[in-house]
């Protein structure tokens, strides 16, 4: 029996050099070696994820474009497994390792070949190609022009292609990336109640746009684009806290935890299952273009 794509990709981030990579990103840097030893293992983690986002869309031949790549690990892969797959990640200076990380580990594995645009998504264009699957994971809600940028994506789209996209649901009043309960209309009232962990990193605060489920439906509706979401999305996030050991350390604020255990022990855990993807967070959604 054939090792299957799951196993191939476990195979590909078991054997990333992370401590020799983590060596030279500090000698370029400021940052400390076992810092960059954790941030590298974090974004390893959230490739793992990325995949499986896109893998139910995977065939052979099609063009796929990551949006927000990050480190790009998951187009690497995909790329060394013969997809044709190019990475789109910003160069931002004021993103300092992040940047120097992407680098070098572009640079390591320059053998496989992928191509990077340095720009941001709502500036693609025709010479950049047309995609039959464009996805992202965790990346959308940081984008500010988000109706303008998912309007050149969808742009960028072949006849019958389709895009996908893995990002939080913030009509559940809950923001993942600072672990505090966020209300979508009312977000100035977070600012003020958490305000020493917002101002820990306040670029990121700025960066959120604070999509849901009602926008995607309405901009798909103005678009003529067919939406689908994917269901149980909450229940997964959920079960994740207890087979990844190092998202649930990621989530071990906000009362997640304590959350998690009063919906298992009540019995409701398992009705998030049937829950309506717009009363779920996270949500991946996937906007196809007719042919």
Not at 32 to 42: G, H, N, S
Not at 77 to 93: C, G, H, I
Not at 119 to 137: H, Q, T, Y
């Amino acid at each position: 029996m054939g090792v299957n794509i799951d196993d191939r990709f476990e195979q590909f981030l078991g054997n990333i050099p992370i401590k020799m990579l983590s060596e030279r990103i500090a000698r370029q840097s400021k940052f400390d070696v076992d810092l960059i030893v954790k941030t590298l293992q974090i974004f390893i983690n959230e490739a793992r994820t990325a995949l499986l986002t896109v893998r139910p869309y995977l065939a052979p031949g099609i063009s796929i474009l990551e949006i927000g790549a990050g480190l790009c690990l998951c187009s690497l892969f995909l790329k060394k497994e013969k997809y044709n797959v190019v990475a789109l990640e910003p160069s931002t200076a004021g993103y300092g390792m992040f940047r120097i990380s992407k680098n070098v580990i572009t640079n390591y594995y320059k053998s496989i070949n992928l191509t990077v645009l340095e720009k941001k998504a709502s500036k693609l264009n025709r010479e950049d190609g047309n995609f039959d699957l464009i996805f992202s994971n965790n990346v959308i809600e940081h984008i500010p022009d988000i109706e303008n940028t998912l309007s050149t994506l969808a742009y960028a789209l072949a006849p019958g292609g389709r895009m996908v996209h893995a990002c939080p649901n913030y009509i559940i009043p809950y923001e993942p990336h600072f672990q505090i309960f966020v209300i979508k209309f009312w977000p100035g009232l977070s600012k003020f109640l958490y305000s020493r962990k917002i101002c820990s990193n306040v670029d990121l605060w700025n960066s959120l746009n604070f999509i849901t489920f009602f926008y995607v439906r309405k901009f798909a509706r103005a678009k003529n684009l067919k939406l689908t979401f994917k269901r149980g999305l909450l229940y997964e996030a959920f079960e994740r806290l207890d087979s990844d050991a190092i998202y649930r350390e990621r989530q071990s604020g906000g009362g997640v935890l304590l959350v998690y255990k009063i919906l298992k022990v009540t019995g409701l855990f398992y009705t998030l299952r049937y829950l309506h993807p717009a009363l779920s967070t996270p949500m991946i959604f996937e906007l196809k273009l007719p042919k």
